[in-house]
């Protein structure tokens, strides 16, 4: 049974820093595209990290420069850093694994099968 836990959500000021942790268990995911969601109130789900099967990561213009994903195939976790955090940030953020494998992935969350149950990030001005 495939599992994902995030964690290391919060609430902080404007200009901080959180770093969210996803711990997956019960696949092998080394090879996986892999990525982080997130989900404000009445909008819709959308990527802010992906990483492919060789640890490439791709970004929204929205974060890029202030967030950073990576991966530890080893200890099967996720990871995203994030930066300079703004009040537009403020959500609820998922990791997810995709069936999909090698270095092409896509950022739709529709090509995501596993997700973990969220941890919130509240940016306060």
């Known amino acids: 049974q495939v599992q994902l836990v995030e964690s290391g959500g919060g609430s902080v000021q404007a200009g901080g820093s959180l770093r969210l942790s996803c711990a997956t268990s019960g696949y092998s995911a080394s090879s996986h595209c892999m990525g982080w969601f997130r989900q404000a109130p009445s909008k819709e789900r959308e990527g802010v990290a992906i990483?492919?099967?060789?640890?490439?990561?791709t970004y929204p213009d929205s974060v890029k420069g202030r967030f950073t994903a990576s991966r530890d195939n080893a200890k099967s976790m996720l990871y995203l850093q994030m930066n300079r955090l703004k009040p537009e940030d403020t959500a609820m953020y998922y990791c997810?694994?995709?069936?999909?494998?090698?270095?092409?992935?896509?950022?739709?969350?529709?090509?995501?099968?596993?997700w973990g149950q969220g941890t919130q990030v509240t940016v306060s001005s």
């Open positions: 990483i492919n099967g060789g640890g490439a990561t």
């Open positions: 997810a694994v995709s069936r999909r494998v090698g270095t092409y992935c896509y950022d739709g969350s529709w090509d995501y099968t596993y």
